[in-house]
């Protein structure tokens, strides 16, 4: 059974990891990294009243997608290595055309996904995470996202232990080359006085919850691995535990939800049409186990490699199922 791995060149170790379990289990893994194409890797994708068809030439191997059992999508990355010798006007229309082409092969295949692109971009909405976490029963924050400045100071006024702020996207500010990303933060004071830009790019407000320890639970099917950092144990890291991520890494611990927790949270991801899904939760000194969002396709390598959670065998036990 051939099994295809959407990724891209720079990919970390999740990408050997399912293609080493998947080989254990006699499939035969086929990795596209889409970054390559259209300059290193070919597409033919064909219809007609009677007949359709596609095919990829992976270094030098066609791969008949009818012949894929199932595809992964972990990351679709059509850069378009475009030669100098393109001219400047041509460049981003050829890149866009290349995108759309891939997807559409690839989103055409009748086979299974973990996940459907679709499907993950659907499940991708935080705000209706929070709706349907809620509707299951999943104890969630108090949250509010708003451009207006009169909301958020009402807002505070309900919740003494103050505010977080954080973005529902990967809100980033790009400057000399460096990529400066937006974590959460705390709302002080006199960020409540002065919210004079926010009427230009709304922000997520929310109520700030003690931590005990921050979870990471991932689910594959009805199958649900979770890991706890002490985020509290690092100064940077205590409202947001990737502000301090790297030397947090070997420091996750393989833990246990609570079985009502994770039944919903089961039933969470499967209402979103997902197979695979990574949530983040804060447990409280006082016991709540709080749902902050879930990531259709998110990281979970660190897990496996310093956490020891056999995710990858999961995967491939689901691709291969």
Not at 173 to 188: P, R
Not at 237 to 249: C, E, H, I, S
Not at 282 to 290: F, H
Not at 291 to 303: I, K, Q, R, T, V
Request: aromatic share 6%; with cysteine.
């Amino acid at each position: 059974m051939q099994v295809l791995l959407v990724t891209k060149s720079d990919d970390n170790e999740s990408v050997p990891l399912v293609a080493g379990a998947l080989r254990a289990r006699g499939a035969d893994p086929v990795r596209l990294d889409t970054d390559r194409f259209p300059t290193e890797v070919k597409l033919a994708l064909t219809c007609s009243r009677d007949a359709e068809a596609t095919h990829l030439i992976i270094d030098g191997r066609t791969i008949d997608l009818a012949d894929v059992g199932s595809v992964w999508w972990r990351r679709l990355n059509v850069a378009g290595r475009l030669p100098p010798s393109v001219p400047a006007p041509l460049r981003a229309p050829s890149v866009l055309e290349s995108q759309a082409s891939l997807y559409g092969a690839l989103q055409s295949h009748r086979g299974r996904f973990i996940d459907r692109p679709t499907t993950i971009r659907a499940a991708e909405v935080k705000a209706r995470q929070m709706q349907e976490a809620r509707k299951l029963g999943l104890d969630v924050p108090r949250t509010l996202t708003t451009n207006d400045a009169d909301a958020v100071r009402a807002f505070a006024k309900d919740i003494p232990q103050g505010l977080i702020v954080k973005m529902l996207s990967s809100f980033a500010v790009h400057e000399d080359g460096l990529e400066k990303v937006v974590f959460t933060n705390e709302v002080s004071a006199s960020d409540l006085g002065d919210l004079s830009g926010l009427h230009l790019c709304p922000m997520t407000f929310q109520e700030k919850l003690e931590k005990q320890v921050e979870l990471r639970a991932t689910v594959v099917g009805n199958r649900v691995f979770v890991a706890a950092v002490d985020s509290q144990a690092s100064e940077r890291a205590r409202l947001d535990w990737r502000r301090d991520g790297r030397a947090l890494v070997k420091s996750w611990k393989p833990v246990e939800l609570p079985k009502d927790v994770e039944a919903k949270l089961v039933a969470l991801v499967a209402g979103f049409g997902l197979t695979y899904s990574a949530a983040d939760f804060i447990l409280t000194p006082d016991g709540r186990c709080v749902f902050l969002e879930s990531n259709p396709a998110g990281e979970w390598f660190w897990l496996q490699l310093y956490a020891g959670l056999p995710i990858a065998d999961a995967l491939a036990d689901a691709l291969v199922s």
